[in-house]
C-alpha cells in the first residue's frame, strides 16, 4: 500500500469543538497521532468520540477549532481531499452490488483505469481472502465476511488514514474477538494511521497503542493503555478501563488504609483498588458478602461495605458464601487516592 514516507499520514486536532444549537458535543479536544499508530477513541455513548471521527473525516463540519492532516489545514476540505478512508458500524454496502463491485466502487468514482483497480482488488483479496466471494451479493456473506469487504473498500483507497466507527458491534464475541486480531495484524501490515471509536474497553485496550477516552465531549486521560489501566487520571478513567471495573470508596469507609494516603489528603478523599488486586486476609477493611460467583479459573466476589458493592477477584475456588463477614486486604501500593468521588488522581 502507498501510504507515503515520513509523517504524511499525521493527524493532528487543534481544541476542535463542535455544538448542536446550545448544545456542545466535543468541547475543545486535542491530540496527535503519528504515522502508523493505531489510537483508540473510546468512552460511553454520547461522550462525543464518533462526533469527533465525523469531523476528521470532514462529515461534520467544525463549529471551532483546526483539524490537521499530513501539516495540511483540512478543517474546511471536503471529505475527498482529506486523504482518510472510512468503514463505518453498519458497513455501508450498497446490496445491489456484489462483492468486486462494493470494493472498486470508490475507484470507479475517481475513473481509476482498469489496470490499476485490477492491482488493487487483488492486493485486497489476497490480505482479506475475499477471492471467493467476489460475485456474490453482501445478502449472501456473513457478518464477518461483510466486515471484510467493508475493509477491502478501505484498503484500495491506499489512503494513509484509516477512521473506523465501531466497526465490530454488530458482531458476536466470537467473530468480535477473532475481527480484532484480523485489524490489528492489517493495520501493522500496511503502516497505516488508524483512528478507531468503540465504547468496548476490551476492543481498545488489546489493539491501540495510544487510548483517548472521552467522557462528556472533552478527553479525560490520553496515553497507552498499561498507563490507563495502572495510573488512571480520574475516577472515571479507573471505573471505566478495566474489567471489573475498579472499586471507589470514601476514605472514612476503610480507616485501615488511611495511613497509605498521600500527603492532603482530605475527607472527601476517595480510594480506589482494582478487584484482582485484593484478597481476602485476616486484616483489612470490613465487609460482607453479598454473592460469589465461581468462574472456574478464579471466583468473583460481590461485598458490601457500608452498603456499597466492592468486587474481589480470588483465584480459582473460594469458600466465601453470601452473609460471611470478611476482610478485604490490599497492598498499599496497589492503592489509587482521588480527590473525591468524582475527581482527580492525587499522590
Not at 507515503?4 to 463542535?18: E, F, W, Y
Not at 493505531?38 to 469531523?55: Q, Y
Not at 488504609?257 to 485476616?282: I, Q, S
Amino acid at each position: 500500500m502507498s501510504a507515503g514516507p515520513g509523517d504524511r499520514a499525521h493527524i493532528r486536532l487543534d481544541k476542535v469543538t463542535k455544538s448542536f444549537g446550545d448544545a456542545t458535543a466535543v468541547h475543545e479536544v486535542s491530540f496527535e497521532a503519528a504515522q502508523g499508530d493505531f489510537v483508540a477513541l473510546l468512552g460511553p455513548s454520547g461522550c462525543g468520540k464518533s462526533t469527533t471521527l465525523r469531523m476528521i473525516a470532514g462529515l461534520e463540519p467544525v463549529s471551532q477549532g483546526r483539524i490537521f492532516i499530513d501539516g495540511r489545514d483540512v478543517t474546511d476540505a471536503p471529505p475527498a481531499a482529506r486523504g482518510v478512508a472510512m468503514v463505518f458500524q453498519s458497513y455501508a454496502l450498497f446490496p445491489h452490488l456484489d462483492v468486486r463491485e462494493n470494493i472498486l466502487f470508490g475507484l470507479r468514482v475517481r475513473k481509476a483505469g482498469a489496470d490499476e483497480m485490477k492491482r488493487r482488488l487483488g492486493h485486497a483479496c489476497d490480505l482479506l481472502g475475499l477471492g471467493p466471494y467476489l460475485d456474490r451479493s453482501p445478502s449472501q456473506l456473513s457478518g464477518g465476511q461483510q466486515q471484510r469487504v467493508a475493509l477491502g473498500r478501505a484498503i484500495v483507497a491506499e489512503a494513509p488514514v484509516c477512521l473506523m466507527d465501531e466497526p465490530l458491534s454488530n458482531l458476536d464475541a466470537q467473530l468480535r474477538a477473532e475481527m480484532r486480531r484480523e485489524i490489528r495484524a492489517l493495520q501493522k501490515r500496511l503502516g497505516m494511521t488508524m483512528l478507531y471509536v468503540t465504547h468496548d474497553q476490551v476492543e481498545a485496550m488489546t489493539m491501540a497503542d495510544r487510548i483517548i477516552l472521552m467522557n462528556a465531549g472533552r478527553i479525560e486521560q490520553d496515553g497507552p493503555p498499561a498507563a490507563l489501566y495502572a495510573t488512571p487520571a480520574t475516577v472515571f478513567a479507573a471505573r471505566f478501563i478495566g474489567t471489573p471495573p475498579t472499586n471507589v470508596l470514601p476514605i472514612a469507609l476503610a480507616p485501615e488504609w488511611r495511613d497509605a494516603a498521600p500527603e492532603g489528603a482530605g475527607e472527601d478523599t476517595h480510594v480506589g483498588f482494582r478487584p484482582e488486586r485484593a484478597r481476602l486476609a485476616a486484616e483489612g477493611v470490613r465487609a460482607t458478602v453479598a454473592a460469589a460467583e465461581y468462574l472456574g479459573a478464579d471466583t468473583l466476589i460481590e461485598a458490601r461495605v457500608d452498603g456499597r458493592a466492592v468486587l474481589v477477584r480470588c483465584p480459582g475456588a473460594s469458600a466465601a458464601r453470601p452473609g460471611d463477614d470478611i476482610r478485604i486486604a490490599v497492598d498499599r501500593a496497589a492503592l489509587q487516592w482521588f480527590s473525591g468521588a468524582q475527581g482527580a488522581r492525587i499522590g
